[in-house]
């Protein structure tokens, strides 16, 4: 018997809550559901926090079903207070603007855009931004109680702080998306991280008491650890799924460096591979789940930067751990002068934010040159670039290669 989406989603872990379970899963046997994944183009890349929405989003297309990725131009203007403690800073609608383009871009990477469930990608801000408030109110807002929403664990967080009446409508225009692309494209499920249970019900609801009866909702669980933390973040902040932003070799570094009881969940949610083969590479208790760990790091950048860039990161990484390898495919920063500091270096290839933090790391004897370590807060680097290049690392994980400028 063939798997249904729901079978393939709950055995690698993706299930979270269904609003209507029994319904749902009857609905993914009967007929090909057009579903949709929203995306607040905050800024002009998608991270590690929305590689779940677009695997997720893969594995339901590939079963049949028509993906809508819902790119919130008209959203964006609010933000999703949604997990933040203060108001999200405003972007203006040209920068908003921007962020959807980007965003379109990367979306195409994981998704087809051709064939009988081919994917589509609409903007809110195509029927948000012209709406009549007093329309909107009569239609959409009678619809919803105060002391109902007050009690959503996204609006509850953020009573002690403050929360406007501004944040307040986010749900309502979420909710209205729904019914919008209901109405419009036939669309019967909203997916999204556990994050976003208040908002879908928001929509569910506002379907069905408007008279329908054939919506659903549906969240997937964020990527944590096993303690239950997010993961995705690097010293220099958001993993982003941008090469200009979070560079290949950083983006596999970070995969590669996942921690032992967490690698078998990485691999069930941000690989294709079978699940047969992910249960037998990640058995081991001792070092050769290192051979799980690599082929995750290659898998996952393989399907964000292309398999070219994954063997780059791969090539570099075997140069730099295990001795054997190309290093013209380490992370590079190219230097004015030879008669440069190591507090200088650390800040310009920002392994260190601050000259303040710099100094830090190396009176803390976790900084080194060529294999050396450096305790001197004043050295130059004047003599060690013997090879035409030098490579400064922080502790055994962070490397980059120095190069002169021509």
């Not at 290949?248 to 047969?276: A, S």
Request: charged share 30%.
């Amino acid at each position: 018997m063939d798997k249904s989406v729901f079978d393939v989603l709950e055995e690698r872990g993706y299930v979270e809550q269904l609003t209507h379970p029994e319904e749902i899963k009857e609905l993914f046997k009967k007929e090909r559901v057009p579903f949709y994944i929203g995306i607040d183009p905050t800024a002009d890349s998608l991270h590690v926090g929305h590689f779940i929405s677009l695997m997720v989003a893969s594995h339901m297309q590939k079963c049949g079903h028509k993906p809508i990725i819902l790119v919130g131009g008209g959203t964006a203007i609010i933000g999703d207070p949604s997990g933040k403690t203060d108001m999200r800073k405003m972007l203006t609608i040209e920068d908003i603007d921007h962020n959807v383009e980007c965003i379109k871009k990367q979306a195409s990477r994981f998704l087809s855009f051709e064939g009988e469930n081919a994917a589509i990608i609409v903007n809110n801000g195509d029927w948000l931004r012209d709406l009549n408030y007093l329309d909107f109110m009569r239609n959409v807002g009678v619809h919803f109680s105060i002391n109902k929403m007050l009690a959503a664990e996204c609006y509850k967080n953020r009573l002690e702080q403050g929360l406007t009446f501004f944040e307040l409508g986010y749900m309502l225009m979420q909710s209205y998306d729904f019914l919008y692309l209901h109405d419009h494209y036939g669309c019967k499920l909203q997916m999204g991280g556990n994050d976003q249970w208040s908002n879908i019900i928001g929509g569910v609801e506002l379907i069905r008491k408007i008279g329908n009866d054939d919506s659903y909702g549906f969240t997937f669980k964020l990527l944590t650890t096993k303690e239950g933390k997010k993961m995705g973040k690097t010293e220099k902040g958001a993993l982003w799924l941008d090469a200009e932003k979070t560079s290949p070799y950083e983006f596999y570094q970070y995969w590669r460096n996942v921690g032992d009881e967490d690698i078998e969940n990485v691999m069930n949610l941000l690989t294709f591979m079978p699940i047969e083969k992910i249960k037998e590479l990640t058995k081991y208790k001792d070092e050769r789940i290192n051979e799980a760990k690599k082929i995750a790091a290659f898998e996952i950048t393989k399907l964000v930067h292309g398999e070219e860039e994954a063997k780059k990161a791969e090539d570099a990484t075997n140069a730099l751990f295990e001795g054997k390898g190309n290093l013209e495919n380490i992370p590079t920063v190219e230097i004015e002068s030879k008669d440069i500091s190591v507090v200088d270096a650390l800040v310009i290839s920002k392994i260190a934010p601050s000259k303040g933090q710099a100094k830090t790391l190396v009176m803390q004897g976790s900084v080194s040159i060529n294999d050396k370590k450096v305790e001197d807060i004043n050295y130059k680097l004047v003599d060690e670039f013997g090879d035409g290049y030098a490579i400064l690392k922080k502790g055994k994980k962070v490397f980059y290669k120095l190069i002169l400028k021509n």
